[in-house]
């Protein structure tokens, strides 16, 4: 059974912290992505990842850095965390040739940040 | 740059009565894929489109590619309260086809009266 998971569902921040969003697939795909999801906004892509220590910037990477050190592993940093990124964070993976139908989305991380 | 434009917002209806909602954008896509995502998980597939004009069902959903192809329709019969939740089309970015990169629209959440 395909897997992302997101290390953590819920967590609370206060501002100015570095906050780590780790995410890991089990599927050995190349690309990996990180979404917030915000109401009425729907989903936005912040970075992506399509080879180990490669990176790319989405719509909206301005405060937001990545990390892809090993191929399974796709982490979100927040450097200095600030209370207008408490989001629904998504992180989500597919084959080098993948189209929508093979993209796999973990379960999302909450974060507030007070 | 690319956006999809989804509605409506919301919806709360009567068991029983069938949904539609649309997605439109002023650029031409060549996949349409709807998602849904239930409370507290990630995003789900329900149907890919790759051809203007298709037509492809899943069970009580149906959903349509345009024929200009700048717009897809999603429609759910006789709704049960299980369909509650957020439904999402999506698109790949324009020259990233192959790499599982998607525009997503604002979302529309579904809401069912049992």
């Known amino acids: 059974d395909v897997k992302v998971t997101q290390s953590s569902r819920y967590l609370v921040k206060r501002t100015g912290e570095k906050v780590f969003l780790e995410c890991v697939q089990d599927?050995?795909?190349?690309?990996m992505f990180w979404y917030r999801q915000d109401p009425g906004l729907g989903l936005r892509l912040i970075y992506f990842?399509?080879?180990?220590?490669?990176?790319e910037k989405g719509d909206i990477p301005e405060g937001y850095s990545v990390s892809r050190e090993k191929k399974e592993r796709f982490s979100l940093i927040l450097e200095s965390a600030s209370t207008n990124q408490t989001s629904m964070y998504l992180c989500a993976s597919t084959i080098t040739t993948g189209i929508g139908n093979t993209i796999y989305f973990g379960e999302g991380s909450w974060l507030t940040v007070v | 740059g690319q956006q999809l434009n989804q509605s409506p917002q919301s919806m709360f209806i009567q068991e029983g009565e069938d949904v539609s909602m649309n997605c439109t954008s002023s650029s031409i896509f060549n996949t349409w894929l709807w998602y849904k995502q239930d409370p507290g998980e990630g995003p789900v597939l329900l149907i890919a489109l790759y051809k203007a004009g298709e037509l492809t069902s899943n069970g009580r959903l149906t959903a349509q590619f345009g024929i200009t192809r700048k717009d897809s329709f999603l429609n759910i019969s006789a709704s049960i309260p299980s369909d509650v939740g957020i439904y999402f089309c999506a698109g790949p970015f324009h020259g990233s086809s192959n790499t599982g990169k998607l525009i997503f629209g604002q979302g529309t959440t579904l809401q069912v009266k049992p």
């Open positions: 990842s399509y080879d180990v220590k490669m990176k």
């Open positions: 599927m050995d795909h190349e690309n």
